[in-house]
C-alpha cells in the first residue's frame, strides 16, 4: 500500500456503512467494486470508524407499531393535544399519523414521524392517460417552448376526451442563468419549479408592456424550428419577466405572494439566496469567495440585508409564485397532473448548495452496464451521504418532497430503487468503476407514505431494470404502484399486474416508430453507440407478434393495433405517449449522448391544435377509454 494510501475498508466496516463490495450485474455475473472504488466511497462518505452514528434527530415510525424504539413520555402532537406513552402493553394500538414531539420523563425531547401504512390509491378504476414532454407540447401561441397555459389547454383537452391524468417530465428548476439547461433530470432544486414554463401572455404585469408585442413576435416565430435554443426563449422571456416585476412591485405586491413567502419558508428563502448569489457571482457556487460558499455564513447573512440583493431575491421567489399559479390552474382544467421526481441534483445547483452537508459531492450517481446499455450510465448527479441525511432529519428530503407534491393529483418517483440503494461513480472514474450504496429506505419509505398521504396523492415507482424482491415487496406493501413497459415485459399486457402503470414506452426509450421503421437503431449506429443490435430487432418481431402485423403495415396502424393491445392490461394506470400521437420516430432522450444528439429538445412535429385533431389520437383515446 502506498503511503497515504487508506487501507481497504474490511467487510464489516463495509457492512456497516451501507457499502457494496460489488454487484450482480444484468447477465447476472458478480462483479467485484476495484479497491479504489470502495476507498473513494467510504472517504466521501467520512466513513472513518468501524461504523456511522447511532440515532437520528428524526425518528421515523409506523402508524401501526410496533414502536419499540418510542420510550415513554409524552407525544405532543403537531395538530394539537397529546397522548401519554406508557409502557409498550399499554399503548394505543395506532398513533396519529404526522410529525409530532416526543417529551420523556428525562427531559429529553424527540422529534417523531409517524407514517401511514400506504399511499393513497389513485381516485379511479382503471384510468388512463397522457405522458408529455411539456418543453415539447407546443401551441401555435407557444413562446418557442410548451408551457404552462398549453398544459392548461392539454389537461382540458384530454379530460374531455376521457383522459385521467397527464404524466408530465420533472418540472424542476435548472440553474439560473442566460442557457437554461436542457434536461429536466438535471435540476438545480427538486424543490421548486422551472420558470421557463410560464406563460408570459398570462402574467398580469405583463401583457401591455411596450415590449410584449415585440418580444412575442420574436418568441412564437422560433415554433417554426423544431430545435427548441432554451437560451433564446429564456431572453425573450426573462425581458418581459423582469420588467412585469418591477411594475408588481410598484403596485405594493399581492397578500397572496406574501403568503406564498411565508408559507415556502426556510427553504424558499435559501433558494432565492443561491439565485442572487449566482447571479453575482457566477458558477460553480465552488469558486465563489469562501466566505459565501456555505448558506449559513455570516456573510450570507449580512448580503441579504443589501437591498439589491433584497430585491433579486424577491424576483426569482416571484418567478417561483408565479409558476405556482399558472401550475395550480393547469391542475384544475381537466386531466389531473402526475409530475416526476428526478434521481438528483446538479451539484453545482441550489439544493447542493443549501443542503451541501448531505451530499457526497465527488461521486456521482448512475447505473452498471446492462443489455440496454452496454456502457452503464454516468447521470452526474452526485448522491445524498445516508448517515449524514439521516442526522438532517431528513430535512431535505421532506422539503423535496413537500415542494414536488403541492399541486400534484400523483407522483412519478424517478428511479424509485434510489430509496434502498444508488450505484455510486467516483468522480473522473466510468460506470465500470462504480459499486451500490444503501439507504436507510424504512425510513425513507415511510415519509414517503406520509408526504403523499398529506398532499392526497398516489405514487407511482419507476422500478424498469434490475431490482431486488426486496425492494419490490416493500414499494408494493406501501402502496407505490410499479411500472410495466411493453418493450420491458416478456408477457403480454393482459398479464400484467393491477397495481401498475401500464405504457409502452419512456422518454429513455425508443417510440412505436423508432422501432417499426428502424429510424432509432439507425440513430443508435450513427451516434457510434454500442448497440445490441439483436435486442433492437427483438422488439420489432415482439411488436410484429403481439400486433399481428406484417413486415408493410403502416406505421400508424401499428401504432393503433399497439395501444389496443396496450388497453388489454389490468393495469389500474395506463400512459399513452404523445410522440406516439404524432408518430414521431425520434426518442426524446438517447442516454448516452450528451451533445450529439438533441436530447430534451425536441418539439412535437405539430403544434397541440393539430394532434389534438388527429385520427390517431383519437384512436389511442378510444382504446384505451373503452377498455
Not at 424504539?69 to 394539537?80: F, H
Not at 417529551?103 to 414521524?113: I, Q, Y
Not at 384510468?127 to 418543453?135: C, E, R, T
Not at 430509496?419 to 415519509?447: E, K, N
Request: proline share 10%; charged share 20%; net charge negative.
Amino acid at each position: 500500500m502506498d503511503a497515504g494510501q487508506a487501507a481497504l475498508p474490511s467487510p464489516a466496516q463495509l457492512a456497516a456503512w451501507g457499502v457494496e463490495p460489488g454487484y450482480w450485474d444484468a447477465s447476472g455475473l458478480w462483479r467485484e467494486a476495484p479497491p479504489e472504488t470502495l476507498r473513494a466511497v467510504m472517504g466521501s462518505m467520512c466513513a472513518s470508524a468501524p461504523a456511522p452514528p447511532d440515532g437520528s434527530p428524526l425518528l421515523v415510525v409506523d402508524e401501526q407499531g410496533p414502536w419499540p424504539a418510542l420510550p415513554e413520555g409524552k407525544l405532543e402532537l403537531e395538530t394539537g393535544g397529546a397522548i401519554d406513552l406508557g409502557p409498550p402493553e399499554d399503548r394505543p394500538p395506532a398513533l396519529p399519523p404526522g410529525y409530532h414531539r416526543l417529551r420523556t420523563g428525562e427531559g429529553n425531547e424527540l422529534a417523531v414521524a409517524v407514517c401511514p401504512p400506504a399511499c393513497p390509491s389513485p381516485p379511479y378504476d382503471r384510468s388512463w392517460g397522457w405522458s408529455v414532454q411539456l418543453y415539447a407540447a407546443r401551441s401555435a401561441g407557444s413562446w418557442g417552448i410548451g408551457d404552462f397555459a398549453d398544459l392548461a389547454a392539454l389537461a382540458e383537452w384530454a379530460g374531455r376526451n376521457g383522459a385521467r391524468f397527464l404524466l408530465l417530465n420533472p418540472l424542476h428548476a435548472p440553474v439560473p442563468g442566460p442557457t437554461p439547461e436542457d434536461s429536466p433530470y438535471f435540476p438545480s432544486s427538486r424543490c421548486f419549479l422551472n420558470p421557463l414554463y410560464i406563460s408570459v401572455p398570462d402574467v398580469p404585469e405583463a401583457a401591455d408592456l411596450p415590449c410584449f408585442a415585440r418580444l412575442a413576435a420574436k418568441a412564437t416565430a422560433l415554433n417554426r424550428q423544431r430545435l427548441i435554443s432554451r437560451a433564446q426563449v429564456w431572453a425573450y422571456k426573462s425581458e418581459v419577466l423582469e420588467t412585469a416585476f418591477e411594475r408588481f412591485e410598484q403596485r405594493g405586491g399581492d397578500v397572496d405572494f406574501d403568503c406564498y413567502l411565508e408559507e415556502r419558508g426556510k427553504a424558499l428563502d435559501g433558494y432565492t439566496s443561491f439565485c442572487a448569489l449566482a447571479e453575482r457571482f457566477g458558477l460553480p457556487w465552488q469558486d465563489w469567495p469562501s466566505e459565501y460558499r456555505h448558506p449559513s455564513s455570516p456573510a450570507v447573512a449580512q448580503v441579504a440585508l443589501e437591498p439589491s440583493f433584497c430585491r433579486r431575491k424577491r424576483y426569482h421567489a416571484w418567478l417561483q409564485w408565479t409558476c405556482e399559479r399558472q401550475l395550480r390552474r393547469a391542475a384544475r382544467c381537466g386531466a389531473g397532473l402526475v409530475l416526476d421526481l428526478a434521481v438528483g441534483v446538479d451539484g453545482n445547483g441550489a439544493d447542493a448548495w443549501l443542503w451541501q452537508d448531505t451530499f457526497a459531492l465527488g461521486m456521482r450517481v448512475g447505473a452498471p452496464p446492462d443489455n440496454f446499455n452496454l456502457s452503464g450510465q454516468d447521470w452526474g448527479l452526485p448522491p445524498w451521504v445516508p448517515w449524514k441525511l439521516r442526522a438532517a432529519a431528513y430535512e431535505p428530503y421532506i422539503e423535496m418532497l413537500r415542494g414536488v407534491l403541492r399541486p400534484a393529483m400523483g407522483l412519478r418517483v424517478d428511479h424509485v430503487m434510489g430509496l434502498f440503494r444508488l450505484f455510486w461513480v467516483p468522480l473522473g472514474q466510468g460506470p465500470s468503476a462504480g459499486t451500490y450504496v444503501r439507504f436507510p429506505w424504512q425510513d425513507m419509505l415511510g415519509i414517503l407514505r406520509l408526504e403523499s398521504c398529506r398532499a392526497g396523492a398516489f405514487v407511482i415507482g419507476e422500478d424498469l431494470g434490475t431490482v431486488e424482491q426486496e425492494a419490490r415487496d416493500a414499494l408494493a406493501a406501501s402502496g407505490v404502484l410499479s411500472y410495466r413497459l411493453f418493450w420491458f415485459e416478456d408477457r403480454r399486457p393482459h398479464e400484467w399486474p393491477p397495481n401498475a402503470l401500464g405504457a409502452v414506452t419512456t422518454h429513455d426509450l425508443p417510440t412505436v416508430s423508432g422501432v417499426w421503421t428502424g429510424a432509432d437503431l439507425e440513430a443508435q449506429h450513427s451516434l457510434g453507440l454500442a448497440v445490441d443490435a439483436n435486442s433492437a430487432k427483438a422488439l420489432r418481431q415482439r411488436l410484429a407478434e403481439w400486433t399481428g402485423s406484417d413486415d408493410d403495415r403502416p406505421v400508424e396502424d401499428v401504432i393503433e393495433a399497439t395501444y389496443a393491445l396496450l388497453a388489454t392490461a389490468p393495469c389500474s394506470l395506463l400512459a399513452a405517449v404523445l410522440e406516439d400521437a404524432a408518430a414521431v420516430v425520434e426518442r426524446p432522450n438517447m442516454p448516452g449522448t450528451a451533445g450529439a444528439w438533441p436530447n430534451w429538445s425536441l418539439a412535437l412535429p405539430q403544434p397541440l391544435e393539430v394532434i389534438e385533431e388527429s385520427r390517431l389520437a383519437s384512436v389511442i383515446a378510444r382504446h384505451l377509454g373503452g377498455r
